[in-house]
């Protein structure tokens, strides 16, 4: 199974700043199926993004993904109150589908 | 809008079982694939079974293979997932997901239900 290992573990950001996560695979994405999902305390993942850089409906154009192969990243323009939060990366090209152990951005 | 309500779970002892229930509403439930997620405490996601929209296409994590069954009744809007031979280590928090696919999987999740929680302990 193809093994993601986001980095950093925690963020530290203040509300204005860029946040730019990464995400690398154990092995190539096959074409480029990554989502991006976003969890806050007590709530349910929430997609973000899907096939690497799709935004899904209803997420704000502040947040975009890139990368292909084996390396991805999820970026925010600038961090929103209500984006402080879990993000996970996950993929879905090869079976079984699977997560990273995700990163925390929290409030510095 | 979609709505996904889980429910059935709760606590049983190692080596019980448990059905979980979930309950779709705001679309086409029967075209679409559908998926369970879990989540232990203070820990990740990870994949636990899928099911294709007319039931053709059944997987599971290799964790839960032989222990778990995931069914659906698209007359009933309802996923179902029976969990037998329960460990400490199923522990979690499980969800119901929406899939992008129809007739076939796809592992992308777009919607998700607000989970139930199933704690094995004696």
Not at chain 1, 29 to 48: D, F, I, M, N
Not at chain 2, 3 to 22: A, F, H, M, N, Y
Not at chain 2, 38 to 65: F, H, M, N
């Amino acid at each position: 199974e193809i093994v993601l290992t986001q980095s950093p573990g925690t963020l530290s950001l203040s509300p204005g700043e860029r946040a730019t996560l990464s995400c690398r695979a154990s092995q190539s994405v096959s074409t480029s199926y990554l989502a991006w999902y976003q969890q806050k305390p007590g709530q349910a993942p929430r997609l973000l993004i899907y096939g690497a850089s799709s935004r899904a409906t209803g997420i704000p154009d502040r947040f975009s993904g890139s990368g292909s192969g084996t390396d991805f990243t999820l970026t925010v323009s600038r961090l929103e109150p209500e984006d402080f939060a879990v993000y996970y990366c996950q993929q879905y090209g090869s079976s079984p589908p699977t997560f990273g152990q995700g990163t925390k951005v929290e409030i510095k | 809008e979609v709505q996904l309500v889980e429910s059935g779970g709760g606590l049983v002892k190692p080596g019980g079982s448990l059905r979980l229930s979930c309950a779709a509403s705001g679309f086409t439930f029967s075209i679409y694939s559908m998926n369970w997620v879990r989540q232990a405490p203070g820990k990740g996601l990870e994949w636990v079974s899928s099911i294709s929209s007319s039931s053709t296409y059944i997987y599971y994590a290799d964790s839960v293979k032989g222990r778990f069954t995931v069914s659906r009744d698209n007359a009933k809007n309802s996923l179902y997932l029976q969990m037998n031979s329960l460990r400490a280590e199923d522990t979690a928090v499980y969800y119901c997901a929406t899939d992008r696919g129809r007739t076939v999987v796809s592992g992308l999740f777009d919607s998700w239900g607000q989970g139930t929680l199933v704690t094995v302990s004696s």
